[in-house]
């Protein structure tokens, strides 16, 4: 299985910061990487895909960016509604494997 | 706008199957990757498995001699199957779609709670 490690595991962030979160296979996924946002009770809601493509209705402040093993979210601005967790996850083989998360919450 | 339903017991017991099925609305399972990911609750997610619309099926190793995943695309429905379960089965169950370019699982349904407890 490929390992997926997010970090931080947490973080407070002011409205209005600027936020990065990394994520980092344990093995070369090339593109295949995928970044969700979670709020509590719901379901997942994908973001970003292929690395750095943004999912259609996702806000543009939202923005990924990598390949091979290290990549990286980053939030220009975050919103209050942008206050949730955040998987990445490995696309390129099975088992498809997500990081444990970070929590972003409000300063 | 295609949308995904999870249907089944919330609660199990241990050395029982655990049995959902995900009903697809709004669009067709004749295309993309369906798939089942799991959540214990407070904790991480977990991919589960998928079937591609063509009948190949991919699953967790961890669970692999376990789980069964199959689809019905007359009823536009896939179904997960987990035998032999125990407390540690215990989770939030999601059926979602992924892409097949990418793979990226773009829609979700809402989950459910299953449950294992005698």
């Known amino acids: 299985d490929i390992q997926m490690t997010q970090s931080p595991s947490s973080l407070s962030a002011s409205v209005g910061d600027r936020v990065t979160i990394t994520c980092r296979a344990g093995q070369t996924i090339s593109r295949f990487l995928n970044w969700y946002q979670q709020k509590p009770g719901k379901a997942p809601k994908l973001l970003i895909y292929a690395a750095s493509s943004l999912q259609s209705g996702a806000p543009s402040r939202f923005s990924g960016s990598g390949s091979g093993t290290d990549f990286t979210l980053t939030i220009s601005s975050v919103q209050p509604e942008d206050f949730a967790t955040y998987y990445c996850?490995?696309?390129?083989?099975?088992?498809?494997?997500f990081g444990q998360g970070t929590k972003v919450e409000i300063k | 706008q295609v949308q995904l339903q999870e249907s089944g017991a919330g609660l199990v017991k241990p050395s029982e199957t655990l049995s959902l099925t995900c009903t697809v609305s709004g669009g067709s399972t004749s295309s993309y990757y369906w798939t089942w990911i799991r959540q214990p609750p407070g904790k991480g997610l977990e991919w589960i498995g998928n079937i591609h619309y063509s009948g190949n099926t991919n699953y967790n190793p961890s669970l692999k001699s376990r789980v069964t995943i199959s689809l019905d695309t007359s009823k536009n429905q896939f179904s997960l199957n987990l035998t032999s379960v125990t407390a540690a089965d215990t989770a939030l169950y999601y059926c979602?779609?992924?892409?097949?370019?990418?793979?990226?699982?773009?829609?979700w349904g809402q989950g459910t709670m299953v449950t294992v407890s005698s």
């Open positions: 996850q490995q696309s390129y083989s099975t088992p498809q494997t």
């Open positions: 979602a779609r992924a892409g097949n370019s990418w793979y990226a699982i773009g829609v």
